[in-house]
């Protein structure tokens, strides 16, 4: 496994897993070496000439360099905006753990790390029978945690951080993701945060009126520079 590469998850849905991950790849191609972007399952894509796209999916492929083929960044594509079991389910799409692999695979070979973005929070399933904690332990993955600035999130972070160890995976890191800009006191949020949650944390990201700001979001990857194996 490369050194760097991780999987990315959240306290919730909508906390910003992708901008987070696009500002990963840009961080960790700064500190030297290629960085693509992989987003194994995605709902709620749309419909184009290309085939079904999703707007997460394309963020990390063009945050990517070099930069994938879209089956590759995105093996499973659904439809319906829904959780992913019941988006499949209604598709009769089978998520096999093998393709997904697969594609991994494929996206290791052209490049020195990959960002792996999971759906929801830690605890949301793939499938009926595939929880995410089973893709990264195929993979054998870090976890990197994104945590939304919102009312409620220290109580979130730690619960999922918890769950990750508990689960027996090494959690590299977090990042703090300003999704609310009305937040009350959000730098005492993140400040409780750095003191409770048991593992750095790789940066904050402010709210962004514009994704092109992304490339100059200033995020610490060298906890990730490490060793980099799932301990499940």
């Known amino acids: 496994m490369q050194t760097g590469s991780v999987f990315v998850t959240g306290t919730d849905t909508g906390i910003g897993k992708s901008v987070a991950s696009a500002a990963l790849l840009h961080a960790l191609r700064r500190a030297g070496g290629t960085a693509v972007g992989m987003k194994p399952v995605a709902s709620g894509c749309e419909a184009t000439p290309l085939g079904p796209r999703n707007e997460d999916a394309l963020l990390l492929q063009a945050a990517s360099d070099p930069r994938p083929d879209y089956a590759s960044v995105n093996p499973y594509a659904l439809t319906a905006p829904l959780a992913p079991e019941l988006a499949a389910a209604d598709e009769g799409v089978h998520l096999d753990l093998a393709v997904i692999a697969g594609a991994f695979a494929t996206l290791a070979r052209s490049a020195d790390r990959v960002v792996v973005e999971g759906v929801g929070g830690w605890a949301a399933p793939l499938s009926a029978s595939l929880d995410q904690a089973d ?34 995976f090494h959690l590299a890191g977090w990042i703090a993701n300003g999704i609310d800009p009305t937040m009350a006191r959000a730098d005492d949020n993140v400040r409780i ?28 990857v060298s906890p990730l520079l490490g060793p980099a194996t799932a301990r499940g």
Do not use: M
Not at 195 to 218: F, Q
């Open 135 to 168: 893709l990264v332990r195929a993979l054998e993955l870090p976890v990197v945690l994104v945590v939304g600035l919102r009312l409620g999130c220290i109580n979130h972070a730690r619960l999922t951080a918890r769950a990750i160890l508990s689960d027996g």
């Open 193 to 220: 945060l750095r003191e409770r949650l048991p593992v750095p944390c790789l940066g904050r990201i402010a709210w962004l009126r514009d994704l092109d700001e992304l490339p100059s979001t200033r995020l610490d």
